[in-house]
């Protein structure tokens, strides 16, 4: 996991672990996912560390959303790539310190070619491992094409600790006719909806959705997602296809 940093850290949901060997369809399918309008990039990455929680070589997705990068990869889910904010150029044009910061043995990438002919109703279907942060704005974007009235959306992201183990998951939250609805991406066509005195308080609304065992939420306010960008668009820096040594 990586180190601290200015920026709150977002994990997906803890779902059954993924084997190296998928982790191409997974990226592709979380693509698909937050669809063509989202800036992003499929890498495919050499992890040289001896000892890492992560396999020799993965596949991951770099994506932009709320003015950062975030990092997707089927072993742990979703993280915040950009340290800082405020630098999204030149993290899309250097990964290299934020790959390293993620894990010391990523020594070399490359950007692997856009599929264009992905949709999120195409081949790449299934559950996507440890992907509730990403199914979060994928239900975001349904919901827009469905036109349905959304205030206010965002992520809501906590953690909620058992005897047994700590978990992150992700919801979608947003506001309509005073009420706060959420949509849980485990159960998409079964809303909840709760008193907008919560629309305020992360912590009183995660407690709300999962029970008292939640020590930790964020919120990450969302724009409405734009209509559907032109195919070819996921990654939009050429430069940046050929093979890459982080030095």
């Known amino acids: ?17 993924a084997g190296a060997d998928d982790s191409l369809v997974h990226a592709r399918r979380a693509q698909a996912l937050l669809g063509a309008e989202v800036w992003s990039q499929v890498l495919h990455i050499e992890n040289r560390a001896r000892a890492s929680a992560y396999p020799r070589t993965l596949h991951a997705l ?13 072993g742990d889910g979703t993280q915040s790539f950009s340290l800082y904010r405020g630098r999204l150029e030149q993290d899309k044009a250097d990964y290299a310190p934020l790959l390293r910061d993620i894990e010391p043995g990523f020594a070399r990438w490359s950007v692997m070619a856009d599929d264009v002919s992905l949709s999120e109703d195409g081949t790449l279907v299934g559950e996507l491992p440890n992907g509730c942060f990403i199914e979060s704005y994928a239900s975001l974007r349904r919901l827009v094409a469905r036109g349905a009235e959304i205030g206010a959306p965002r992520l809501l992201s906590y953690y909620a600790e058992s005897k047994v183990r700590r978990q992150g998951h992700t919801v979608l939250a947003y506001e309509v006719s005073g009420r706060v609805m959420v949509v849980d991406p485990e159960q998409p066509d079964r809303p909840l909806s709760f008193t907008g005195a919560l629309a305020g308080d992360p912590m009183q609304l995660a407690r709300a959705v999962q ?3 939640v ?4 919120v990450l306010p969302l724009e409405l997602p734009a209509g559907p960008a032109p195919r070819g ?7 940046m296809r050929a093979e890459v040594a982080v030095r």
Do not use: H, K
């Open 233 to 239: 668009v996921f990654a939009a820096n050429p430069m």
């Open 211 to 213: 029970g008292s065992e």
């Open 1 to 17: 996991m990586r180190s601290q940093t200015l920026i709150p850290l977002f994990l997906a949901c803890a779902t059954a672990g």
């Open 215 to 218: 020590v930790r939420a964020r």
């Open 62 to 74: 770099v994506f932009e959303l709320a003015g950062i990068l975030w990092f997707y990869s089927d």
